[in-house]
Every structure is written in C-alpha cells, then in structure tokens.
C-alpha cells in the first residue's frame, strides 16, 4: 500500500500501470504470434525516431520560452538539404551534418524573428513551414536518390536477447542517438546549471534577467540546438529511413512532435513515452495495411495518428502547464 | 478657426491614411520579388525575362487575366477566413480542410440532386459548402474552448484528416462510376448547379465593371466619409456608399464599352465573342468580403469579435461571452473556407477531385496578412497572388522557370509582410499610431 501512495505523490502510477499493461501486452502477443510482434515493435521504435526528436527541439525551445511551431519545416528542409548533400558528396556522416546545420541555421532565423525583432512566434513558425515547402519544392528535381541508407549496427551479444535484442539492439545510429538524447536532454534540463537557467528563462524571464542570466542569448542557443535536433530528425526521414526526398515528406511529423510534447508535460522521458505511442500507432497502421485482414479502407487507417493527436492534446492539452512565459517576446527594462 | 486643426475626414486624408497603410505590405511584395529574382539567377534565369513571363501569363490577354479572376477566387475565400480568424485572435491554419469539405459537399448536392431550378440548386448546393464548412471549422473552436486544444495543432490535424476523409469519398461512395474513369473524382455536376457561364462579349463589359467598381469603392469610402451630406446613420451610409459605387461602377463600365469598342479585345488567337468561363465566382467574392468588412466593422457581433481578438481579457469584462465567440469565430472562418470550396467546385472544377484545390489554406495566410487582415485588402492580396498562380504555367512555358519558385516568393512575401520591422527599416517608415496589434501566441493550455 505504501508503495502506490508513493506512486500516487509522485505522480508515477498512470504512466506505470499503463506500461505495465503494454508490457503484458506485448508479451502475450509475442507468444502468440513471435515474428509479426516483433516486426511491430521494430517499426514502433523506427517510427517514433521522428517524433521524439521534433519533440525535443520543441522541448528545448519551449522551455527557454520559445514557441517553435515551425519544427515541421525545419525538418523539411534539413531531409532536403541533406539528402541533396549525400547526393552531391556521397557521404553519409557529412549530409546528417549538413542536415542537422540546416535544421540550426532555421532555428537561429527563428531565433532572430521572435527574440530580436519580437514577432508572433506563431507567425514566425508558420513562415519557416511556407518557406521550406517552397524552397524544397523549387529545388527539388525528381528521380535522384541517395548513395546508400545508413545501415544498421548490431550491439554484439545485446542483440542476440529474443525480442528486445532485435527491437532495441539492432537499429541505425540516428535512432540509438535519438534515444540517449532524450536521457541526455533529461538530465542536463532537470540536474545542471545550464538547465536550470534555461527553465528559469522559460518560467520567469524577468527574475531570470535580475540574476544576471542572459535571456536573449539563451533563448537564442536553446533555439538553435533545438534547431539542430530537428534537423537530424530531417535527416533520418531521408538518409535512414527512405533514401529519397519527396515533396512535403514530413507529413504533419512536426506537428505531431508538439503533441507529444505537450503530452509529455515537456518532459523528454515523458516525450518519450509519448512518442513510442504515436509510433506505435503508425506501426499498427502499416501492419494493418500488410495484412489487409480488416476490410477498413486505407484512408481511416491513414488518419490515425491524427485523431490520435487530436485527442490527445483534447484530454490532456488543457490540463498541461506549459512554461509560463512561453511565446511573449522579452522586453529588457 | 477649424482650418486650423488638421482636417480628419478629408478626401486626402484618406488617401494619405490609405498610403500610410498600403505602403508596408507593397514594400514586403518587392522585397520577396527582389530576393526571388536573386534565387533565379543563382538557378541560372535571367529574372526579367522570367517576371516578363510571369506578368504576361497573369495579365497578357483577356483569357490570362480571367484566368487570374478564376484563381483568385478561392483565394480571396481563404484569405477572409483567415482574417476572420485573425481578427478574434484565432490562427485558422485549417481553412485548407474546410475549403475541401465544402468543395466535396457541393459537388456531392450537385451531381446527387437532379431537377431543381438552376438558381435553387446552385444555391442549395453553395450553402451545403459552406454549412459543412463551418461544422468543420466548429471542431477546432469547441475543442478549444471546452479542453484548451490549441487550434493551430488542431486545424492541421483537421487538415490531414480532411484530406483522407474526402479520398475516402471520392475514391468509394461518390467515385465517378462512369467505365471510362479510373482515378478518384466524382461525376460531374448536374447543369443545374453549375454557376453559369455567359458569353466573353458580356464578360469584358462586366470585368470592367467589375475593376471600377474596386477602385470606386475605394475612393467613395473615403469621399462620402466627408461631412457634406450630414448622414448620421452609418447603416444607411454604408448602404448609399455601396449604391452609389455600383450605379458608378456600372456607368463608368458601360461607358468605357460603348467609347472604345476594341478596349480590351485580345489582340490574338481569341475572338472576343468566344465564350469564356466569367467570374461569376469572383463578384461573388467580393459581395462575400464586403459583407464580411460589414459585419466586422459595423455590427455590434463585429466589435465583439474583434475585442476578444485583442484582449480576451477586457473582453471577458466587459460581458462578452469570450468562449462562446471562439467557436462562433471559428464556424464563421470555417463557412467562408467551406463556400469559398464550393464556389470553385461549381464555378471552375465541376466536379471535386482530390488535390485539385490543394495548398489554398496555406495561401489564405500569406493573404489575410498581405491584406493586414481587411477584407479589401484581401481582395488585392488574392489577386496578387491569383496572378502569380494564373501566370506560373506561362513563365514556365516561356522562360523554363519550374513554377513553384511561386511558393518561395508567396513565402517570402510572408516572411516580410509579417517581419514588418524589417520592412519599416529599410523603407525607414514609423508604425502608423493607434494600430490593432493580435497575439496569436498565448501558450498551449487554457489561456
């Protein structure tokens, strides 16, 4: 009994039983049907890679008080950039850099727009969004593709664990950094200096100012890491997972990564967990897609992420509590 | 002694008010087709040929420029939609959804329904669009108002949604069932819904009309504002000034008509008497953004509107019910998407095939805000950016510019009508006093 007060304080018994409850779950199915379990849970995790770092970037803004609704187009662009990177070089470390400056420089425009100039961050984003889509559109000519995918690593004797070796163990590099990030992200926002000083500038920007922390240049760095983590998002939509560039190939993927965000309580962890949903949502989508059994059209199936995003940010966007100061532009006395 | 103070209500005090408000905007249009002409000519284009191009595709004869009439219409549509929203502080980014649906919902009462009247079946199938489209624009408010859903996360979820639901539709229920068909669409409209068509002949005398008419208007608004005819009524006044720009309108058009018979007559390939789709659609556009105008600055529901738009607060305090007119914003900005689908579907498509009508919400955008949200300028921001989709295909044609550096510009206009900061500095121009400022960022959860 002490135990669940202790959950219940801390806030931890619904993630937990709800965990507890995909756990059983996931292991019944896997019983039952080993391969096609395992086919959904790989793709979870490839699926989510996306999300969660667009929900980063969207974290580190937010919480230095930057509303960043133009992760979208940040990761437009930067799959674009990238991808033509790796087809002018053929270097695959190279373009995830190229993508991820793409991604930084985005950030620092948006940066400017709203820190310096002051202007509706919402509008702001929403111009980065329009501008990618044309500019990726203009420059984009058909029929080109990348010279090789990111491969795979296999994490030697991990992998060779049933079920969770071949799900975690056995993914391309963006994915696993993906996920360190997120304990990284976690640990620097809730346990280090700079962490604090960036909360604080999110929540306070005026107390924060009166001791002595730079609000503007804050704001200005988190922007453009967060910038950077979008990109890499863009660049594993084209150099991991697809190996081409289509036009507006995110898909509403940035969107959804505010959702998460927003679900998640702006939380990398709680992002996370988020996030693995959303993938696990788009997991099943194709699964049902492969198997054809259910006689849904494809359409319904397809709109699936976005109820669920919808419904989501209905039950829990109300309750959420963003950064207080988020999306008013700061005013030195 | 009243020489004096400067006079308030002049004809050139308007002008100068109508100057101090245009001037920004114009300079952000020259400054994305500055930088648009040096994207050009990294990619190789000379960009005087290019814009060449594009000014004749957009306005080089009378079918280009009907053309442009045709693809401003949806525009304009989206664009108060927008601005409808934009006004209650309220980012409708979902206008490309409603749009849809209302395009699908008219082409679906147009080829379902045989055997009305012409008029009674275009209008029935005109406000089945725009119901639809506001029922869907409704989503977004209620779910704002009741569990603080950000509408900008909302209306674009909405968005892909719509997309799937009308695939969905025209690609089963109401897929064209005719053996020749194989893609999605639905049948084409019965005749009876279809906005008609009169010949081009009437067509240059009503275009004429029609642009006279824009121009008067904008100079009677200002003109009748003087204080010679005493009216204290504005209700009335704005029904006189209306009147009195149309009967002018339509003289000065038939009079241009009658004096020069070759004045706008095309001068190749089309014989002026070849009929050409009119833009019926368009005048409806226009009467739709002067209603609009009518109800945002004139009725008591349009100063509400525009209260809670810019302090929701104040506006709470002052009795306005606050949640209510969120959603009511959002049906208003949703029906005038949903029309602004039908009006093209009966007007130009005839029918409803998925991705006909597709990036018109993100448009509307770039428009509410070019046309700082009022609905004339609207008008001329549709145009603007109506020309530039009419002569695309050309500039393509001629100088071999892949047309969707159109996009690009569009952003870049956006990017600098909105980072007016940057504008004002380069044309070294001050704010205009007393402007209406709308935060549209107020955080994710319940304001």
């Keep these: 009994m002490n135990f669940i007060t202790y959950l219940r304080t801390k806030k931890l018994l619904l993630p937990l039983s709800l965990g507890l409850l995909g756990l059983v779950i996931v292991i019944v199915s896997y019983l039952n049907n080993p391969q096609s379990t395992q086919a959904v849970l790989g793709s979870t995790i490839r699926q989510s890679t996306p999300i969660i770092l667009g929900a980063l970037c969207g974290i580190m803004c937010e919480r230095a008080g930057i509303v960043n609704i133009g992760i979208e187009g940040q990761m437009l662009l930067s799959a674009f950039i990238g991808f033509m990177v790796n087809v002018w070089t053929g270097n695959l470390f190279i373009s995830v850099l190229a993508g991820m400056a793409t991604g930084a420089l985005l950030g620092l425009l948006l940066a400017f727009v709203s820190v310096t100039l002051k202007l509706d961050q919402i509008i702001g984003g929403t111009v980065i969004n329009i501008l990618a889509l044309g500019l990726t559109g203009y420059f984009y000519t058909a029929g080109l593709t990348t010279s090789g995918k990111i491969q795979p690593i296999t994490l030697g004797s991990l992998a060779q664990i049933p079920l969770i070796g071949p799900v975690l163990f056995r993914n391309p590099p963006i994915t696993y950094t993906a996920i360190i990030l997120v304990f990284v992200l976690q640990f620097v926002l809730f346990k280090t200096t700079w962490g604090l000083r960036t909360r604080a500038v999110g929540e306070h920007p005026r107390a924060a100012d009166t001791l002595g922390i730079n609000v503007f240049s804050t704001r200005y760095i988190n922007t453009i890491l967060g910038g950077a983590i979008a990109g890499l998002a863009g660049a594993f939509l084209t150099l991991e997972a697809v190996g081409s560039f289509e036009r507006a190939m995110t898909n509403g993927r940035g969107f959804v990564a505010l959702a998460v965000m927003i679900f998640g309580k702006w939380s990398p962890i709680g992002a996370w967990g988020a996030s693995l949903l959303f993938g696990f949502a788009n997991a099943m989508q194709t699964q049902f897609q492969f198997m054809g059994t259910f006689n849904i059209p494809h359409q319904f199936i397809g709109m699936l992420p976005y109820l669920l995003t919808i419904i989501v940010l209905a039950g829990f966007g109300g309750r959420a509590r963003p950064p207080a100061a988020e999306g008013s532009p700061y005013e030195k006395e | ?447």
């Design chain 2, 1 to 447: 002694m009243t020489e004096e103070i400067p006079k308030q209500d002049g004809f050139f005090f308007w002008i100068k008010q109508l100057w101090l408000g245009v001037r920004v905007p114009l300079a952000a249009v020259l400054l994305a087709l500055l930088i648009g002409a040096i994207i050009l000519i990294a990619s190789g284009v000379n960009p005087l040929e290019a814009y060449a191009a594009l000014f004749k595709g957009a306005f080089g004869s009378e079918r280009y420029l009907l053309r442009t009439l045709e693809k401003a219409t949806p525009l304009i549509f989206a664009g108060l939609a927008v601005a409808f929203g934009f006004k209650a502080g309220l980012f409708n980014i979902g206008a490309q959804g409603q749009l849809i649906m209302g395009a699908l919902t008219s082409a679906a009462i147009g080829f379902m329904i045989t055997g009305l009247p012409t008029l009674i079946h275009i209008l029935l199938a005109l406000l089945g669009g725009a119901l639809v489209g506001a029922l869907y624009g409704a989503i977004p408010g209620t779910l704002k108002t009741f569990t603080g859903a950000h509408e900008v996360i909302t209306t674009i979820m909405l968005n892909y949604i719509a997309i799937n639901i009308t695939d969905y539709l025209a690609d089963g229920p109401l897929k064209d069932p005719a053996p020749s068909n194989i893609v999605a669409r639905t049948p084409k409209i019965a005749d009876t819904a279809i906005i008609p068509t009169p010949q081009a002949e009437l067509t240059i005398g009503l275009l004429i009309v029609l642009l006279v008419m824009i121009a008067a208007s904008i100079l009677f608004f200002g003109v009748l504002r003087n204080k010679t005819f005493k009216i204290k009524n504005r209700t009335l006044l704005f029904f006189l000034r209306f009147a009195l720009v149309l009967v002018t309108g339509v003289g000065i058009g038939l009079g241009l008509r009658f004096l020069t018979p070759n004045f706008y007559a095309s001068p190749v390939e089309f014989s002026p008497y070849q009929a050409i789709p009119l833009p019926i659609g368009f005048m409806i556009a226009i009467l739709t953004s002067v209603i609009v105008w009518f109800i945002l600055m004139r009725t008591s529901f349009g100063f509400e509107i525009r209260t809670v738009g810019l302090n929701p607060h104040a506006a709470k305090y002052a009795g306005i019910k606050v949640r209510w007119m969120v959603v009511l914003a959002m049906v208003i900005s949703g029906l005038l998407a949903g029309l602004g689908g039908a009006v093209e579907t009966q007007g130009v498509i005839y029918r409803f095939q998925p991705g006909f009508n597709v990036g018109l919400g993100f448009d509307g955008i770039t428009i509410a805000l070019l046309g700082r949200n009022h609905p004339l300028g609207v008008i001329f921001a549709a145009l603007l950016v109506g020309a530039m989709k009419a002569g695309s295909n050309v500039m393509q044609f001629d100088a071999g510019v892949p047309s969707q550096i159109i996009d690009v510009i569009q952003a870049l206009m956006l990017f600098f009508v909105a980072a007016d900061v940057i504008v004002r500095w380069v044309i070294r121009a001050k704010p205009k006093s007393g402007e209406e400022k709308i935060k549209l960022t107020s955080g994710w959860g319940n304001q």
